[in-house]
């Protein structure tokens, strides 16, 4: 179970949004700017990916709680705890 281990520790969080929820504020990029975007045409928030690592998992939690629209999930590993505004 080694393999799991190392990759539990080199994917701490996944990420899932919510792009019916987003407010468009902008909150989540400048948290974390290598996980989220924004649409060009109306600033609604893009995945860039949804495995980030641990050096920036911190950064994604707290884009998840600024989030003034609640759109940003975070699931924690091992246990996948669910960080969400709901």
Same mark, same amino acid.
């Not at 799991?4 to 919510?18: F, M, Y």
């Not at 989220?36 to 860039?48: A, Y």
């Given at each position: ?11 701490? %969080?996944? $990420?899932?949004i919510?792009? *019916? ?7 989540? /990029?400048?948290? !974390?700017?290598? @996980? ?7 600033? %609604?928030? $893009?995945?860039?990916?949804? *495995? ?7 950064? /994604?939690?707290? !884009?998840?709680? @600024? ?7 975070v ?12």
């Amino acid at each position: 179970m080694i393999a799991n281990d190392e990759e539990e520790r080199t994917q701490p %969080v996944r $990420v899932i949004i919510d792009q *019916d929820r987003c407010l468009s504020s902008g909150q989540c /990029v400048m948290s !974390a700017p290598g @996980v989220f975007d924004q649409r060009e045409e109306d600033g %609604v928030v $893009v995945l860039i990916r949804d *495995d980030p690592s641990d050096e920036i998992a911190d950064d /994604v939690r707290h !884009a998840a709680v @600024v989030c003034p629209g609640r759109a940003i999930t975070v699931e924690e590993s091992p246990s996948r705890e669910v960080i969400s505004h709901e």
